[in-house]
């Protein structure tokens, strides 16, 4: 079985440009979860898909960041414009159930961006 | 609101020797406790994971945890430690919202040396 496939794995942008992630799940997998984490820090959740719908974007700096999850199966998440405190490794992970408490989450390799 | 504290950024450790990676979590409510691992240039793969019953949980490759109420705590403990365990270990927890919004602690780095 496939695992969770991110990409690109690694993003070198200056501050003000936009980029993108993309994230393709463990197949049949509806709940979908991106991850924001900063060197030094554990991952912290920004945005939470059940389906094409979002369950949890409380952590979503809106203002700059933007998450789609087309027809329930790829996602991509998208910074425009970054900021140096952007920098940080963008986690994408996936699970099977209805995104219940206690699933077992699959995680990707993750996307390392650098902001300068 | 849960959080949760890994006191070790780093824990140095030489093969063959026995570990504990500790875990303290703060909730008002009932809990699930997990712990993660990631090797490097890999994602987070989960090690176990404690829901309900047994207090004593093991994972497939010589780790265990054991749930501890009174002290809110989760330590993760392995007898003999392998050069292949070296790894960064993340604790997590998550509550019964009808949703899993998992919160990490910052990691303990394991570092086996000969």
């Known amino acids: 079985e496939a695992g969770v496939a991110q990409s690109p794995r690694y993003k070198i942008i200056e501050k003000r440009q936009s980029v993108a992630f993309w994230c393709n799940p463990i197949s049949g997998h509806a709940t979908l979860y991106w991850y924001q984490q900063i060197l030094g820090q554990g991952p912290k959740l920004l945005i939470q898909?059940?389906?094409?719908?979002?369950?949890?974007d409380s952590q979503l700096p809106k203002d700059r960041f933007s998450a789609e999850r087309l027809k329930g199966v790829d996602s991509t998440l998208k910074i425009q414009p970054a900021k140096l405190e952007d920098s940080a490794v963008y986690l994408c992970a996936s699970s099977g159930k209805a995104g219940g408490s206690t699933d077992t989450q699959y995680f990707g390799p993750g996307t390392r961006l650098t902001v300068l | 609101a849960q959080s949760v504290t890994q006191l070790d950024s780093q824990v140095p450790v030489f093969e063959e020797a026995p570990v504990e990676l500790r875990c303290n979590y703060s909730s008002s409510v009932s809990v699930y406790l997990f712990w993660y691992v990631q090797y490097p240039n890999q994602g987070l793969q989960l090690l176990l994971k404690?829901?309900?019953?047994?207090?004593l949980v093991e994972s497939i490759n010589g780790f265990e945890a054991e749930f501890n109420k009174s002290q809110t705590s989760f330590h993760l403990r392995k007898p003999s430690v392998h050069i292949s365990d070296t790894a960064e270990y993340f604790c997590?927890?998550?509550?019964?919202?009808?949703?899993?919004?998992?919160?990490f602690g910052t990691g303990t780095r394991l570092l086996v040396s000969p």
């Open positions: 997590a927890v998550s509550v019964d919202t009808g949703f899993q919004k998992l919160v």
């Open positions: 404690y829901l309900s019953g047994s207090t």
């Open positions: 898909f059940q389906n094409n719908g979002v369950v949890d």
